[in-house]
């Protein structure tokens, strides 16, 4: 029997690392075969609280320009706004969407389903059940992986101080009366993609040894891969045993930390978590980093913040999210000031995850070419949002199934000739990644009653 590259693939035998590494090799075996594979679709889901300004996401040199008409120019003739700095190495991944409306929601301070899901959905203590599956968990049953839909995150609903464990920030949902939990603690969703890691309790060293064991069997997987094909796949593999490597490093760091922390910090109080916020982020950001990679899902849902958040690591000690939105000054700062350290802190986050999956081969390109990340608040366009606009800030190839990437969108205002709304963004999302939908989400009684045509996707941006 001749030695192919199919041959090796199927006849190789692994040990504990099979489960973790099956995607993969399916995808290997594909390329072995023969066939021509089209990569994954990846698509992450960034939710910031307390709206999105459009003004906050838009290039000096537009500011004055009305906002009346649709235009669509290309971001590099552009100095971007300070706050989006990050981005100016991956100017060519960028694109910015203005002037959707989403009336059809419910603003004030959360619109919760409404982001993803397009229908009303108010309430700040928590929504009603879930009316539909929201367009993430829709996108998942298209791109399915060993976890279809990753949902991690800071923190939960609106004004939740819960930042441990199952939350529920009403995001996402599954379908009517499926509501999707988040988790919150980056070592349990350490644990529930990679293995036993190490926690606080008493068997921390054992589950730290577990952890090590369980990704040394995968590194000796890995290995036998390594010998056993061709460079090209070599590479590949390469990257992949870098996240699972950087996940370890992660772990071990987090848990020396812990350890420190028990044994010299002075009696714990809120003074003493001024990088808590941050720290957790940046370790969520490395996780659905490491877990894109691997293959494990081409899903996440992130749900950076909420009303309650401190970013006392920023020197915003002074007042949470909600103060600040509501312009309330925090260490000489006002609350806009303060919205633009907040928002350059989590374009860093969401670069620096772009830029590792720019790193990663794939076909002709890289990862990122292949992935869209959607920043997007479930407020709006405010701290108390009106829905006239939904800001989205995008970064990523998109697998070139929409005419985005390097560009900057303004759909004609509210009320205007060809005015768009979010039931029309989704709706083109669904269709050009593989669902085509007549449309998703509801419609705007306002635009209905003044006989606007709001169903359908948008053409124009669809590749």
């Given at each position: ?28 075996e594909r390329e072995a075969a023969g066939a021509t594979v089209e990569g994954p679709k990846r698509f992450v889901f960034v939710a910031v609280s307390s709206g999105i300004m459009p003004n906050e996401v838009e290039p000096p040199a537009f500011k004055d320009k009305s ?26 991944y960028l694109s910015v969407i203005q002037g959707l409306s989403g009336k059809m929601c419910s603003g004030g301070h959360t619109g919760n389903y409404g982001a993803l899901g397009v229908w009303r959905a108010p309430g700040e203590g928590g929504a009603p059940p879930p ?40 995001i996402s949902a599954a379908g009517p009366q499926k509501t999707i939990p988040f988790q919150a603690s980056p070592d349990i969703v350490f644990e529930q993609l990679f293995g036993t890691v190490a926690s606080k309790d008493r068997y921390s060293a054992k589950k730290l ?255």
């Amino acid at each position: 029997m001749a030695y192919t590259r199919r041959n090796i693939v199927k006849g190789l035998t692994l040990g504990a690392g099979l489960p973790v590494l099956a995607p993969i090799l399916a995808q290997l075996e594909r390329e072995a075969a023969g066939a021509t594979v089209e990569g994954p679709k990846r698509f992450v889901f960034v939710a910031v609280s307390s709206g999105i300004m459009p003004n906050e996401v838009e290039p000096p040199a537009f500011k004055d320009k009305s906002k009346d008409e649709y235009f669509n120019v290309a971001l590099d003739q552009y100095e971007l706004e300070p706050a989006m700095k990050p981005f100016e190495p991956l100017k060519d991944y960028l694109s910015v969407i203005q002037g959707l409306s989403g009336k059809m929601c419910s603003g004030g301070h959360t619109g919760n389903y409404g982001a993803l899901g397009v229908w009303r959905a108010p309430g700040e203590g928590g929504a009603p059940p879930p009316k539909r599956a929201t367009v993430d968990h829709m996108l998942s049953k298209l791109f399915p992986a060993a976890v279809n839909h990753l949902t991690t995150g800071y923190a939960g609903k609106w004004g939740s101080r819960t930042f441990e464990g199952v939350v529920y920030p009403d995001i996402s949902a599954a379908g009517p009366q499926k509501t999707i939990p988040f988790q919150a603690s980056p070592d349990i969703v350490f644990e529930q993609l990679f293995g036993t890691v190490a926690s606080k309790d008493r068997y921390s060293a054992k589950k730290l040894v577990c952890k090590k064991n369980l990704l040394d069997f995968m590194t000796e997987d890995v290995t036998k891969l390594q010998k056993a094909l061709p460079t090209q796949e070599k590479a590949k593999l390469d990257h992949y045993l870098d996240a699972l490597e950087g996940l370890q490093d992660q772990d071990v760091k987090i848990a020396a930390l812990r350890e420190s922390l028990e044994k010299n910090v002075p009696e714990f109080s809120d003074k003493y978590t001024s990088t808590e916020a941050e720290r957790r982020q940046e370790a969520h950001f490395d996780l659905i980093a490491a877990a894109l990679i691997s293959g494990i899902t081409n899903v996440v849902t992130m749900k950076i913040d909420n009303s309650a958040t401190f970013y006392r690591g920023l020197g915003i000690t002074e007042k949470s999210v909600h103060g600040i939105g509501h312009n309330e000054s925090s260490n000489g700062k006002t609350g806009f000031e303060c919205r633009d350290v907040i928002r350059r802190h989590h374009f860093e986050l969401i670069a620096h995850l772009a830029d590792k999956l720019k790193r990663v081969p794939e076909g002709e390109g890289n990862m990122l070419d292949n992935t869209m990340i959607v920043y997007i608040s479930p407020a709006g366009d405010r701290h108390h949002g009106k829905l006239d606009s939904w800001p989205m800030v995008i970064l990523g190839g998109c697998g070139k199934r929409l005419k985005l990437p390097g560009r900057y969108l303004q759909f004609p205002g509210y009320g205007q000739k060809d005015h768009k709304t979010i039931g029309n963004w989704w709706t083109s999302v669904l269709n050009a990644y593989g669902n085509p939908i007549k449309h998703y989400g509801d419609f705007d009684p306002a635009l209905m009653k003044g006989g606007f045509d709001q169903e359908g996707p948008i053409p124009e941006i669809i590749a």
